[in-house]
């Protein structure tokens, strides 16, 4: 007997892209068995976008909480197998759902499987290449030590045991972005992933996604927070000592995009003492031994704020 699926939607006015991600879903070589759309306290047209959809398409109506909180709700409401995650303004190719429900279904001891995204732009139109990647790796197994460094696809490239939150919980509602990827550093410590060499899904890129600074350091304080999570968990203390270097390096690059060089400096320090014979950790953590106090005062000040700004925006 094949597996359900379920695909949940959050949503905040976006009535008008909201049917293209829709339609994408009840196009499905697969259709989903439930499909459940969290309407975060939209003011536009959404529902009555929503009332014009049949079964499976279940609407809930809240009141605004963040996507975070609408994902939760959605994940509360679903009863299937398994689980995609999609974003109101994106979509899936048509033998997503098929593609990667069919594996999780022929490898029971995977708990999530994740494919390829395409860029399409605001209409709808591909775009040259895929998502640029903060990991430009794709694992599969066990991940975790690739993950607690950076995320690795898009929400929507993934699905997911649901059974898998009993053990590690939904969404963290106090987080505004990256939440994702928090739940999928707890997911990689107790699961193994696998990942396909296929276009599963389509990401939009909007004109408004350019940022400003401050934006792109609250964006930065938010992935440190996710990324200090990591080193009190039992599966980082379980990784071999120059994966935990690796870790403590990448984190040493959050300390100094927002100006915390002494951090900076502590967690170079950390990583050469895991792994001695690096020539990289040497030369940063020697570097920002003697440089950090100019350093800090250079990244805090309004000239690297403004050098900062002009820097081309993906």
């Known amino acids: 007997m094949n597996a359900r699926v379920a695909v949940i939607i959050p949503t905040h006015n976006r009535a008008s892209l909201l049917p293209e991600t829709i339609d994408s879903l009840f196009q499905q070589t697969r259709p989903p068995d439930e499909l459940i759309v969290v309407n975060d306290g939209s003011t536009d047209d959404t529902a009555a976008v ?87 790796n794709r694992p599969s197994g066990q991940v975790f030590a690739e993950i607690a460094c950076d995320n690795l696809a898009p929400i929507h490239a993934h699905l997911f045991r649901r059974e898998l939150l009993d053990q590690v919980g939904n969404f963290d509602e106090s987080l505004r972005m990256g939440e994702d990827w928090d739940l999928w550093i707890r997911l990689a410590a107790i699961t193994e992933f696998a990942y396909l060499p296929q276009h599963v899904a389509d990401y939009r890129f909007h004109i408004t996604m350019s940022t400003s600074y401050n934006t792109r350091r609250w964006q930065a304080g938010n992935s440190l927070l996710i990324h200090e999570r990591v080193l009190p968990m039992p599966a980082f203390a379980a990784l071999p000592p120059i994966a ?71």
């Open 244 to 314: 935990q270097a690796r870790i403590h390096a990448r984190l040493a690059v959050r300390y100094l995009r927002l100006g915390r060089t002494a951090e900076a400096c502590a967690a170079y320090g950390a990583a050469l003492s895991l792994n001695p014979a690096s020539t990289s950790y040497r030369l940063r953590y020697t570097f920002l031994r003697m440089m950090r106090k100019p350093l800090a005062w250079l990244m805090q000040s309004p000239v690297f704020e403004t050098l900062l700004d002009l820097r081309p925006k993906r």
């Open 50 to 136: 929503l009332a014009r959809y049949p079964a499976p398409l279940k609407a809930i109506h809240v009141p605004n909480g963040g996507r975070s909180r609408a994902r939760n709700i959605g994940l509360r409401a679903a009863t299937a197998d398994f689980v995609c995650l999609l974003d109101d303004d994106d979509r899936l190719s048509p033998d997503s759902l098929a593609i990667r429900a069919a594996h999780l279904e022929a490898h029971p001891n995977i708990g999530v499987v994740y494919g390829d995204t395409r860029l399409i732009d605001e209409a709808g139109l591909p775009l040259s290449g895929e998502v640029p990647r903060a990991n430009p």
